[in-house]
């Protein structure tokens, strides 16, 4: 190398220094974090999965519904989990982040917390493959009689009654449960039934999980065929029309129109 392109190389690399430094105080290097950690915070999925112990999973779930709703106690419960199994880089999510998923989404009643908890640890661990396994998850929740019976030991209502949502939403799995078990939203019987079902969702998003990393997952689960037979002209890109957005039971706010307009 000639002494003038020593001297160019030598100058770009102090202003690649000097770059650095300003980019270091920006990514807040000053406050003691590495520039190495700043980068792996941003390290791209999947993280690795290995089969987890679905009932650890599934108590795991109960207990953290109390310090944090539902949607914090599922991915709280295969979070920790995980970390136990895997280790980093699953110890470098903070699950207080989860919170804001309780009462489907801060008491809005919209997706259930227990599921978009599990759901982003899905997300998470398959990458690519969430597009199924997540589906079957929904679709599962949505025809469970919640809670299972899997927490008599040790939860604080035993023998609850258990009612079939037909749907993945907060507002009609909490509100169809309190009137069926004649319970108050705010009841602590309610809250025991939730702190089970985010239970049992992390539970199953662990069996299926597990399933897939083993390599025998299939996805099984169908629309009742009162509305599967709406979504072939309504849902979807391939669909007729494609004019409706989701696969919620169509059925829980739409009446049966198929014989007015075909
Ligand atoms: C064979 C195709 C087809 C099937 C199956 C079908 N629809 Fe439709 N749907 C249509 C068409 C075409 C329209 C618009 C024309 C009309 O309203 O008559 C429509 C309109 C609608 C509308 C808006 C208009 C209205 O009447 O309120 C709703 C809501 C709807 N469908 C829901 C459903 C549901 C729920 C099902 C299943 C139980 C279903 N559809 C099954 C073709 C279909
Ligand atoms: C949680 C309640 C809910 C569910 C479940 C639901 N819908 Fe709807 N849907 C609505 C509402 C509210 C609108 C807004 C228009 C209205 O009030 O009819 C709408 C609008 C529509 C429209 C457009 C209506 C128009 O006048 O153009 C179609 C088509 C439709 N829904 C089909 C479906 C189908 C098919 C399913 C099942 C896969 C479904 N919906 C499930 C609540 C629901």
Redesign the pocket.
Same mark, same amino acid.
């Given at each position: 190398m000639s002494r003038e392109k020593q001297s160019v190389s030598r100058r770009r690399f102090l202003m690649g220094s000097a770059a650095f430094a300003v980019g270091a105080v920006a990514t807040g290097v000053t406050s003691g974090i590495r520039p190495k950690n700043a980068v792996a915070a941003a390290s791209s999925l999947p993280f690795p999965y290995q089969t987890l112990d679905v009932n650890t999973v599934r108590r795991r779930g109960y207990d953290y519904y109390f310090t944090g709703g539902c949607m914090y106690a599922s991915a709280r419960a295969l979070l920790d989990t995980l970390v136990e199994v895997v280790g980093a880089p699953w110890d470098s999510i903070p699950a207080d982040m989860f919170k804001f998923g309780k009462g489907g989404a801060i008491n809005w009643g919209t997706l259930c917390g227990a599921l978009n908890g599990s759901l982003a640890v899905i997300e998470i661990a398959s990458g690519t493959a969430a597009d199924s396994i997540g589906p079957e998850l929904l679709g599962w929740y949505s025809k469970f009689p919640f809670p299972s019976s899997a927490h008599e030991l040790y939860c604080k209502y035993p023998n609850q009654i258990t009612t079939v949502a037909d749907s993945p939403l907060c507002h009609q799995s909490v509100s169809l449960w309190c009137k069926v078990a004649s319970a108050t939203v705010n009841s602590p019987e309610k809250k025991d039934r939730c702190a089970k079902l985010a239970g049992d969702t992390a539970a199953r998003a662990a069996e299926l999980l597990n399933a897939w990393k083993a390599g025998t997952f299939a996805a099984a689960y169908q629309p009742d065929a009162d509305?599967a037979? /709406?979504l072939? /002209? =309504?849902f979807g890109p391939t669909s007729?029309?494609d004019n409706e957005q989701g696969q919620l039971d /169509?059925?829980e706010c739409?009446t049966?129109?198929?014989t =007015? =307009?075909?």
């Open positions: 509305f037979r /709406c072939p /002209c =309504h007729r029309y /169509c059925l739409h049966d129109k198929t =007015h =307009h075909i």
